[in-house]
C-alpha cells in the first residue's frame, strides 16, 4: 500500500474516532427486530424524500404532495402496529423520540397539502420542515 494511501486510511480511521467520541446525541437502544424495522423506514424515507425532491423538480409538485402523504405523511403512522411488540420501533423509543417522529409526519402532511394545490413555490417552503424533522431527530438521537 503507497504511504500516501496508508495515510489517508490512518487519517480518515482516527477522524471516525474523534467523531463517535464527540457524538452527544442520546443512544436509544431498541430490540434488535425494533432496530431493523426503523433502519428500513429511514432507507426508505431517503428514497421517498428522494422521490419528492425529483418531482418538484420535474415541476410536479402535486405528485410530490402525494408520495409525502403516502410515505412520509400522517397516513403512513402505524404501519407497524400489526408487528410483534419487539419489532415496532415506536414503543421502545424515548417519548421526545417518539414526539420528533410524530413532528417529522405532521410537517410530511402540511407539505402535501401544500403541494395538493399544485403550487411548487409554496411546496418548496414547506419542504425545509420536512427535512429539517429529519435532521432534528438524526442530530438528537442514534441507535450505536
Known amino acids: 500500500m503507497p504511504v500516501k494511501t496508508l495515510l489517508v486510511a ?17 443512544g436509544v437502544v431498541l430490540p434488535a427486530p425494533a432496530q431493523a424495522v426503523l433502519r428500513r423506514e429511514m432507507l426508505d424515507n431517503l428514497l421517498a424524500i428522494n422521490d419528492i425532491v425529483t418531482l418538484l423538480a420535474e415541476g410536479k409538485p402535486t405528485e410530490a404532495g402525494a408520495v409525502a402523504e403516502e410515505k412520509l405523511g400522517l397516513s403512513a403512522m402505524g404501519k407497524n402496529r400489526a408487528l410483534p411488540l419487539e419489532a415496532r ?14 413532528a417529522g409526519h405532521k410537517a410530511a402532511s402540511e407539505f402535501a397539502k401544500a ?14 420542515a420536512v427535512t429539517g424533522a429529519c435532521v432534528a431527530c438524526h442530530f438528537a438521537y442514534r441507535l450505536r
Open 10 to 26: 490512518l487519517f480518515a480511521l482516527s477522524a471516525a474516532g474523534a467523531l463517535r467520541a464527540e457524538d452527544s446525541r442520546e
Open 89 to 102: 420501533p415506536g414503543a421502545h423509543m424515548p417519548l421526545a423520540m417518539r414526539e420528533a417522529g410524530i
Open 115 to 128: 403541494a395538493a394545490g399544485g403550487d411548487r413555490q409554496q411546496a418548496l417552503a414547506r419542504l425545509p
